[in-house]
């Protein structure tokens, strides 16, 4: 039997895989110090947070994530024409001891059974919203297009070097990146315009970390990207995860499968909801398997790391996935457990 990482590797290079990839039990989400000592993550429920960028955050109860507070007094940066002066872009200097806890969780891993995948939050494009508010990001694509670049090229730099402390004191080997890119139902920017502003400052990212031992670059977006696929594979993207359904899935399979693999189909609000049973998880897992197949394909819950809003629903979804590959693969529970690490339910 293949250990749940060796499955997936088999999954996303069209190989031979010996059941469905559950979910998340691959991809073991692991922190940095930036994320851990800088202000940078809000406790569900609990008080806003200013971050190290000086975006207020807020993560209230029953919503998937946390969000930036755009009220007029804490918009960061309220001039683009003046984006040097009101940017403060956050020190990247951390202690031997800050990087030696982040270090114990990646030594924790057993990596024959799952990829330990450094988690980077808020990328370029919602970089420049949470500073700036969403309206006004949009619409300064248009009317500062120069001062765009240069924001975006400078936040980029400030990546690389976050990527450089990473992986020199971490050797994560692979990268699990959020920028969220669009609607239920369209891009935010065109597909032109995305290309324009994000390619090649997304290509100087990603090929840091492919060229310092990641392996692979999996880029959350619980979004309509599908006509974005293009530049996301050029980017260096290998997996697309939190693609909902409403990108067709399956057609984006067929075209780009061996290019890029995708890892969602189960929307949140499919399964996850006050009132959720067992039978809808059971439902939308085998829906999605059966919509989208075995190859280039992992079946997920499409928020961006293993949880769910409502308690309970991740678990659900695992179990009847699980319960998939005993009747299909003829895998036993006790089998399918000991070929990954233990699940960890980050956001519930």
């Known amino acids: 039997m293949l250990t749940a990482k060796e499955n997936m590797r088999e999954v996303i ?3 031979n895989p010996d059941r469905i990839v559950n979910q998340y039990e691959a991809v073991q989400l692991l ?16 008080p806003d947070v200013v971050d190290a960028w000086g975006v207020t955050n807020s993560f209230p109860e029953g919503v998937p994530g946390q969000f930036p507070v755009h009220t007029p007094d804490k918009i960061v ?19 031997p001891e800050q990087w030696a806890i982040a270090k114990s969780m990646y030594d924790a891993v057993d990596g024959t059974k799952a990829y330990k995948a450094v988690l ?7 970089r420049c919203h949470h500073l700036m508010s969403i309206q006004e990001a949009l619409m300064a694509f248009y ?22 402390g990473i992986c020199e004191n971490l050797h994560p080997d692979a990268v699990f990146h959020h920028d969220d890119w669009g609607s239920e139902m369209n891009s935010f920017l065109s597909p032109e315009m995305f290309r324009e502003f994000f390619l090649e400052p997304y290509k100087k ?3 840091y970390y492919k060229s310092h031992g990641c392996e692979l670059v999996i880029h959350h977006a619980d979004s309509y990207c599908a006509n974005l696929i293009p530049t996301m594979i050029e980017m ?14 399956p057609e984006l399979i067929k075209q780009y499968g061996g290019k890029m693999s995708f890892m969602g189909e189960i929307d949140n609000k499919q399964v996850d909801f006050p009132g959720w049973t067992d039978a ?23 928020q961006g790391g293993p949880g769910s809003t409502f308690p309970g629903t991740y678990r659900s979804l695992t179990k009847a996935i699980d319960e998939y590959n005993t009747r299909t693969y003829g895998w036993t529970q006790e089998e399918l457990e000991a070929a990954r690490c233990p699940i960890q339910i980050m956001f519930e």
Not at 37 to 44: H, I, R
Not at 280 to 302: H, L, M, Q
Request: glycine letters at 10%; hydrophobic letters at 35%.
């Open 13 to 15: 290079r069209g190989g």
């Open 31 to 46: 922190m940095h110090p930036h994320l851990m000592f800088s202000g940078s993550l809000c406790q569900k429920g609990g």
């Open 77 to 95: 940066l309220k001039d683009i024409e003046n984006w040097r002066n009101e940017v403060k872009f956050p020190s990247l200097e951390f202690t």
């Open 120 to 126: 980077v939050v808020g990328g370029l494009f919602e």
């Open 143 to 164: 009317e500062y297009p120069d001062e765009m670049h240069e924001l975006i090229d400078a936040i980029a730099d400030w990546e690389v070097e976050l990527a450089k």
């Open 205 to 207: 990212i990603y090929g």
């Open 236 to 249: 260096g993207i290998d997996v697309f995860q939190g693609c909902l359904k409403s990108n067709n899935n």
């Open 280 to 302: 809808d998880c059971a439902k939308a897992a085998e829906t999605a398997i059966e919509r989208c197949g075995s190859k280039y394909f992992i079946p997920c819950i499409v």
